[in-house]
């Protein structure tokens, strides 16, 4: 979001706005261009985005290294009454690691709806990287789109990881979103079984 300098300058059509609770390290600049920091601008933008619109775009600025946690909560800390506060402490109040796709974002709001337990996102394992893991019950649920598993390489991949996980003692339960959206009842209902399951087979090991 671009600030306002301090010169009083009108141009046709253009609503300039001067907001007094910006502190220096809320600015920085783009091109020379004095702009609002990435933390300063989703707090602003936040109101205006859908929730699946703001999931990801804190997420892909997390991913990306735009934006720090640390800044996002100091500018909503110092910002308790601005409308896009209580859109974005959710990502303070839950920190985990941020999700990849609007599908992982679609899952964990399966998880928050049906009140599983909140697994671990993108969790660095052996070399590679989880979609959403389980610790306390060794399950680890994978979010396939067909765009990212429809060729021979990316068949032999999937199962070579999971057989690896299975060596491990780790259980892999591919999830389409084809099936979270037509049966989620019945996919929620599943994996509270295998969840509780895994849980009390790893008690007897």
């Given amino acids: 979001?671009?600030?306002?300098?301090?010169?009083?300058r009108t141009r046709p059509g253009i609503t300039t706005h001067r907001c007094q609770s910006l502190l220096p390290r809320d600015v920085t600049r783009?091109?020379?261009?004095?702009?609002?920091?990435?933390?300063?601008?989703?707090l602003d933008v936040?109101?205006?985005?859908?929730?699946?619109?703001?999931?990801?775009?804190?997420?892909?600025a997390l991913?990306?290294?735009?934006?720090r946690p640390a800044a996002l909560s100091d500018v909503l800390e110092r910002n308790p009454y601005h409308p896009g506060t209580k859109?974005?402490?959710?990502?303070?109040?839950?920190?985990?690691?941020?999700?990849?796709?609007?599908?992982?974002?679609?899952?964990?709001?399966?998880?928050?709806?049906?009140?599983?337990p909140r697994p671990e996102i993108n969790f660095p394992f052996n070399g590679r990287k989880?979609?959403?893991?389980?610790?306390?019950?060794?399950?680890?649920?994978?979010?396939?789109?067909?765009?990212?598993?429809?060729d021979r390489d990316a068949f032999e991949e999937d199962r070579e990881r999971d057989?690896?996980?299975?060596?491990?003692?780790?259980?892999?339960?591919r999830l389409t979103r084809q099936r979270l959206r037509a049966t989620p009842d019945d996919e929620a209902a599943?994996?509270?079984?295998?969840?509780?399951w895994a849980e009390s087979l790893r008690r007897l090991r």
């Fill in 1 to 8: 979001m671009e600030v306002a300098t301090k010169a009083k």
């Fill in 30 to 42: 783009q091109r020379g261009v004095p702009t609002t920091s990435p933390a300063r601008t989703a």
């Fill in 46 to 60: 936040a109101p205006t985005l859908t929730h699946k619109q703001l999931t990801r775009l804190v997420n892909d």
């Fill in 63 to 67: 991913r990306q290294k735009l934006l």
């Fill in 87 to 116: 859109l974005l402490i959710r990502f303070i109040d839950s920190p985990n690691n941020p999700t990849n796709s609007d599908f992982e974002d679609e899952f964990l709001a399966f998880v928050e709806k049906y009140g599983l």
């Fill in 130 to 150: 989880l979609d959403a893991f389980f610790p306390e019950h060794g399950v680890i649920v994978e979010c396939d789109g067909w765009d990212f598993h429809k």
């Fill in 163 to 173: 057989t690896d996980h299975l060596d491990h003692r780790l259980i892999t339960i």
């Fill in 190 to 196: 599943r994996l509270k079984r295998i969840l509780s």
